[in-house]
């Protein structure tokens, strides 16, 4: 008989599953049985998303219980199963190789981090998806289906926000190994960051710009570089934090990576260690997407109104995703700049704030993030995304009865 589990609830507690329980088959087999058995499955990766895009009415799967597997050959590594890239770079590193990016915090998993388009920071740099090279896809019908470069349905299940099944395993491309030195910075001012976009998001490999909207003192660069430590934030007058570090209202406790020293890729590009609590935990996150051509403008119409969201704000994240051809990607066709919101956690509070941050870059034709907490209307997002609606046909076709399609994509594509 399939383990179960109670659902529980997203990361940091702002959703709880409807489904009462998740089933943890310990095999494809079980896997199949529980997936052809259930008229609605979702999957439940590592939770660490702020809204109901991986919840069910029905039925939960996880895959914690079934092996894990990473294969390095050449350029590609394939994961299979609930595998993390906290996990899965060591192993890489090992073998010489490394991936072009990593997100915040390592923590979370490879299939659902694609599945999402979850991305670090980098103007020459692709999200986490933009990666993958195949995937291997269980359908609702207990089939398994690789899907590489090749396949009718890559450029839609690559990043497939779970519509086409259950990703048993990714392979992804890989490069050789390369050393980061990162350093945060104070004392740049929001007319330096804002006037020259180009230099202060593109003079090192992966560029984070914290700012509470209004304070000077909370307002912090983050530049991690592959060619050495990134001094040229020290040209526009920043200076070298110490090892007390605020991310705007977040104060870390000893769970971010070293700065100041050269380091592997993977020990260096996330913002927390792999062995710590990421983050403050208790929060909820927002993110949009704006081209990265309408970058000064979209963050003056947010500075414009951001003291009527200071009291929910802890920090807001300005990072940048080069464009790629995924048709769910909010980078997709586009170089954007990501404006990322770390909320208390206060579900009425954030609610109530992101139509009016929505509003504000509606006229940049903003995307959000498919895992965190927006409102923006279905038929708004896919005015946005040009190939949305053959993403739905390809995702229909994949899955005819329905059985991955839960409320979330209910809301956005209907049906």
Known sequence: MTATRPSGSTWSGNHRYRAAEVLLPADADELAEVVTSHARVR??????????VADSDDVLVSLERMPTRIDVGGDRVRVEGLVTFA???????????ALHNLGSLPHISVAGAAATGTHGSGLRNGNLSSAVEALEILDADGRTHRVDRDHAWFPAAALGIGAFGVVTAVELRTEPTY????????????????????????????????????????DLVWAKSDTGEPTWVEELG???????????????????????????WHTRLPHFRADALPSDGDEIQSEYFVPFASAREALAAVRAIAPGFHDQLLVTELRTVAADGLWLSPAFERDVLAIHFTWRNDTD?????????????????????WGKAFTMPGERIL???????EF??????????????????QRVFGG
């Open 383 to 389: 005015e946005s995304l040009p190939r949305a609606n």
């Open 87 to 97: 996990q899965l770079a060591p192993v890489i590193e090992a073998e010489g190789r």
């Open 349 to 369: 509070g954030v609610l109530s704030a992101l139509p009016g941050i929505e509003a504000a870059l509606a006229p940049f034709d903003a995307r959000p993030h």
């Open 179 to 218: 050393t980061v030195t990162q350093q945060a910075y104070t004392g740049v001012s929001w007319d330096d960051i804002v006037g020259d976009c180009d230099r202060v998001f593109g003079s090192s490999r992966s560029v984070s710009v914290f700012t509470t909207w209004g304070d000077p003192a909370h």
């Open 43 to 52: 999957v439940q990766a590592t939770r660490h998303t702020f809204n109901d």
């Open 392 to 409: 739905d046909a390809i995702a229909r076709e994949a899955d005819p009865r329905g059985v991955f399609r839960n409320p979330f994509l």
């Open 238 to 264: 920043g200076r070298p934090v110490g090892d007390d570090i605020h991310l705007g209202r977040i104060r870390t406790v000893d769970n971010t990576t070293p700065r100041g020293t050269p380091g592997p």
